[in-house]
């Protein structure tokens, strides 16, 4: 089976600008959730989505979108990004047959440079 | 939620066995206990996950105290490629959280050759 994929690998924007990254999960895997990792705050939880549906949010701005489409894959857009938006992104799937032994599996991530 | 407290770093010589320990004082009964770990440059990766007794797999060993209170993830042979950090992560059992996976700071390990 194919792993996680995301695209782009690395983008560099500049402030104020809008960025769109994408995320592939496994073949058959239903959840799709979402990480910003930085040096300051570690990994931080961004949203999920199943059956494209978001089922839970973490504690960042409205700037922070996402969305799933029917096939799984799932986007997520930085709207009026700021130079702290710079972090990798990190994209995980899961078959959510059972939440407490769901095993999560990371993408490579989307490393953003803002300037 | 429940957190958990683990040591910024360790180091470990290559083929030794390494404890890598977690505390989770406030831990509830629903709370499973998961470890994954970040390789340089990749992803988070699922190590294992146990609830109250000791859990072997292919990569490692987790030993869970009996009060649950604080567990240990044991590599028992160390190698170059086990140098990463170490997240141990408490997911309730309720299922209330989904898939959310709440990242401590986690302890870096570092592997001597």
């Known amino acids: 089976k194919a792993g996680v994929t995301q695209t782009p690998r690395y983008l560099i924007k500049t402030r104020g600008q809008q960025v769109t990254l994408s995320c592939s999960p496994i073949?058959?895997?239903?959840?799709v959730s979402w990480y910003q990792q930085t040096p300051g705050q570690g990994l931080q939880f961004l949203f999920e989505?199943?059956?494209?549906?978001?089922?839970n949010k973490g504690n960042f701005p409205g700037r922070f979108s996402g969305r799933q489409f029917s096939n799984s894959r799932s986007e997520m857009n930085v709207s009026t990004l700021e130079l702290g938006d710079s972090a990798l992104y990190l994209c995980?799937?899961?078959?959510?047959?059972?939440?407490?032994?769901?095993?999560?599996?990371f993408g490579p991530g989307t490393r953003l440079t803002v300037l | 939620d429940a957190k958990t407290t683990q040591p910024n770093s360790m180091e470990s010589n290559e083929e030794e066995p390494v404890h890598l320990p977690c505390n989770h004082s406030?831990?509830?009964?629903?709370?499973?206990i998961h470890w994954y770990r970040q390789l340089p440059s990749q992803g988070p990766e699922y190590v294992i996950h146990?609830?109250?007794s000791n859990v072997n797999n292919r990569m490692a060993s987790l030993a869970i105290a009996e009060d649950r209170k604080s567990s240990t993830l044991i590599l028992h042979r160390a190698t170059l490629r086990d140098a990463a950090v170490y997240y141990c992560?408490?997911?309730?059992?309720?299922?209330?959280?989904?898939?959310?996976?709440?990242f401590g700071g986690g302890t870096r390990l570092m592997v001597k050759p």
């Open positions: 073949s058959g895997h239903r959840s």
């Open positions: 146990g609830l109250t």
């Open positions: 406030t831990i509830s009964g629903t709370d499973y």
């Open positions: 989505y199943f059956s494209e549906t978001q089922r």
């Open positions: 992560i408490l997911r309730d059992a309720r299922g209330n959280a989904g898939n959310m996976l709440t």
């Open positions: 995980a799937s899961s078959s959510r047959t059972s939440a407490t032994t769901d095993t999560q599996y």
